[in-house]
């Protein structure tokens, strides 16, 4: 892992960093993990990019706030931001079988659960009762479900490369405030969702920007084509061509709907120096993100 690549991940938005790990951040505040906490006391700095508690001290950026919550060491901490796996000849001199090298993703292991999709109540409840989604999204993006040893539900996301190979898998955790909220497997590269829709896109036809896969769900079942990032400075520079092209050479609109709020704002411009044709749109008053509006217009039916 070069500078750069180290830059990228300490960029990251701390906050945005804090909510994937299940954080309930209000107002740049949450409740700290670290201690018996019940009044909100670790604050979050969106200038400086780092999180404190004003109570037990723990300090950082968001390697640290990895580290210190998932218990991983620097490298671990990196690869599960990241969300990509780095050959072991990168970080680690030890050998093949030892407890710090960190496999490949291993697409054969999963493939299965995704040929057949099935959906338990408590995803079923999640997606069609509480999101409203439309039910060819479901399935277009082949979203499955499992249930773990502890009875926890778990809502299954895979990702897929623009040719449809299985790439990654993302575990989102459906008990409302459950920790962590999201799970990865080993080696899992979770970087722009639902790529193989631009397989489908045509000249002129315009393709949605929206941050995270909850999003992206509900754009498409707006009926819009869409993609999800979990961040501009986890575009890789692949990634960042790639839509360079669908803009310039395919003359694809690209738009967005930021969400409402510092860290959604500063995704789009971030995204807009590499993106320059890519068009804003304004959310209404009372929504902070596109699921929100697109719930709002579903109720107004």
Not at 70 to 99: H, P, Q, T
Not at 150 to 176: A, C, D, H, T
Request: aromatic fraction near 12%; hydrophobic fraction near 35%.
């Amino acid at each position: 892992m070069d500078k750069f690549e180290l830059q990228k991940l300490r960029d990251l938005p701390i906050e945005g960093v804090a909510e994937r790990l299940g954080f309930r951040v209000t107002r740049h505040k949450c409740l700290c993990p670290f201690h018996d906490d019940h009044h909100a006391s670790m604050s979050f700095s969106v200038r400086r990019n780092t999180f404190r508690c004003f109570v037990c001290g723990a300090s950082g950026g968001t390697i640290d706030l990895v580290m210190r919550y998932l218990n991983k060491d620097f490298l671990d901490a990196c690869r599960w931001l990241g969300g990509e796996s780095y050959k072991r000849s990168e970080y680690s001199e030890n050998s093949e079988n030892s407890e710090n090298s960190v496999r490949p993703f291993d697409a054969t292991r999963y493939e299965r659960f995704f040929e057949h999709p099935w959906l338990n109540e408590a995803a079923r409840k999640f997606l069609f009762d509480e999101r409203r989604l439309d039910e060819r999204v479901v399935r277009w993006c082949r979203l499955t479900s499992w249930q773990d040893r502890q009875g926890v539900n778990w809502l299954q996301i895979p990702y897929f490369s623009q040719e449809g190979r299985l790439i990654g898998i993302q575990n989102r955790n459906l008990i409302k405030g459950g920790i962590p909220r999201f799970r990865f497997p080993t080696g899992a590269q979770c970087g722009i969702y639902n790529l193989p829709v631009l397989n489908r896109l045509r000249r002129g036809e315009e393709l949605w920007i929206t941050e995270g896969c909850s999003d992206c769900w509900a754009m498409l079942s707006a009926g819009h084509k869409a993609i999800a990032i979990p961040s501009a400075t986890l575009l890789s520079r692949k990634d960042i061509e790639q839509l360079s092209i669908l803009s310039g050479q395919w003359s694809i609109e690209l738009h967005m709907y930021p969400d409402c709020d510092v860290p959604g704002e500063r995704l789009f411009l971030q995204l807009q120096k590499k993106l320059p044709t890519l068009v804003h749109h304004q959310l209404p008053v009372g929504c902070k993100d596109f699921s929100d509006y697109y719930l709002s217009c579903k109720h107004a039916i």
